[in-house]
């Protein structure tokens, strides 16, 4: 067994030991709304949003941005548990920022084994096992992270299964510092309308 399946489960462990009263906690959101966000280790929407277990809905993915499964989450949220806000949350440093779609098809296509970023640009080797399957995935890559936060909150805004009475907030975390800073943009563009 790994160290890091030991360490895991261990955490359990002592986590069963104190779950108390927390079997009571009900499916819908006690809060009522729903981050969407990345999924870099470097982000704790419990911590920069201040929830408890029960809050709130946390979807995320890589560069938390608006994917077709992403919204799939976030109308689930509204339709069956009652979530009236959702908040897109990107961040500063973003991964997504260090490459495009045809820097990832390549190294798909090169092998299964990671590839690393020596500074500049990512390589990987060519094990033989590559695949051109990943030239055909649109990755959601960015450059500017306040920008990709807009361009998220305008397609859900726009998505016609999201109601026009549901808040959308677009804001950018940022690494250095743990600021929460809504883009004023985003916001405008995912305001509720009656």
């Known amino acids: 067994m790994s160290k890091t399946r030991q360490a895991v489960e261990a955490a359990n462990a002592r986590y069963r030991k104190q779950f108390g009263e927390k079997s009571r906690l009900t499916m819908p959101p006690v809060r009522r709304f729903a981050i969407l966000t990345c999924m870099d280790a470097r982000l704790d929407p419990a911590k920069f949003a201040g929830l408890s277990e029960g809050d709130a809905h946390v979807i995320r993915n890589a560069g938390g941005r608006a994917s077709d499964d992403a919204i799939r989450s976030l109308v689930i949220s509204y339709k069956l548990l ?17 490459f ?3 820097t990832m098809g390549e190294l798909v296509s090169r092998g299964h084994q990671p590839a690393h970023h020596d500074g500049v640009a ?6 033989g096992h ?3 399957e990943g030239r055909f ?7 500017d992270a306040a920008e990709a936060v807009l361009e998220d909150v305008k397609r ?7 109601p026009a009475d549901i ?6 975390y940022h690494c250095e510092s743990g600021e929460l800073a809504p883009i004023p943009t985003a916001m405008a563009a995912g305001r509720a309308r009656a």
Do not use: K
Request: one cysteine or more; aromatic letters at 14%.
């Open 122 to 127: 990512w390589h990987c080797e060519d094990d």
């Open 100 to 102: 495009d779609n045809p």
């Open 130 to 132: 590559g695949s051109e």
């Open 137 to 143: 995935i649109p990755w959601l890559t960015f450059s």
């Open 82 to 98: 009652g979530t009236r806000e959702w908040f897109v949350v990107h961040h500063t440093d973003c991964g997504m920022a260090t």
């Open 156 to 162: 859900i805004r726009q998505h016609p299964m999201v």
């Open 167 to 172: 808040a959308i907030y677009g804001y950018l």
